[in-house]
């Protein structure tokens, strides 16, 4: 069975950092694009960044560029996210996720596997 075990949200300040951890299990680490989907009350659920998921490597939303940084450890099997500067805005449920590496995308209706969400909430 897949698993996703998403770690290390919480309650920060805004300019705060936070780390969340993703470990996978039951896969290929190879195989698929692993990252962080977001949502916050009342919004649709928005891709954040994620890995192995374009040509480029890398995927970042334009809201995060410059302040989160995505980074995996394929010996753990488990994905980072790295997340500085954070903002109000950055509030949201933060979900693990996969997606078949070949479709080079990071769109919700595609993602094969969720993992349960972690809150972040920062605080003005």
């Known amino acids: 069975d897949v698993q996703l075990q998403a770690s290390g949200g919480g309650l920060v300040q805004t300019g705060g950092s936070l780390r969340l951890s993703c470990t996978g299990s039951?896969?290929?680490?190879?195989?698929?694009?692993i990252g962080w989907f977001r949502q916050a009350p009342g919004k649709e659920r928005e891709g954040v960044s994620c890995?192995?998921?374009?040509?480029?490597?890398?995927y970042y939303a334009d809201s995060v560029k410059g302040r989160f940084s995505i980074s995996s450890d394929n010996a753990k099997n488990t994905v980072y996210l790295q997340m500085n500067a954070l903002k109000p805005e950055d509030t949201a449920v933060y979900y693990c996720?996969?997606?078949?590496?070949?479709?080079?995308?990071?769109?919700?209706?595609?993602?094969?596997?969720w993992g349960q969400g972690t809150q972040v909430t920062v605080s003005s």
């Open positions: 996720a996969i997606e078949d590496a070949m479709k080079n995308s990071w769109y919700a209706p595609w993602i094969e596997y």
């Open positions: 039951g896969f290929t680490f190879d195989d698929y694009a």
């Open positions: 890995i192995n998921c374009n040509i480029d490597g890398t």
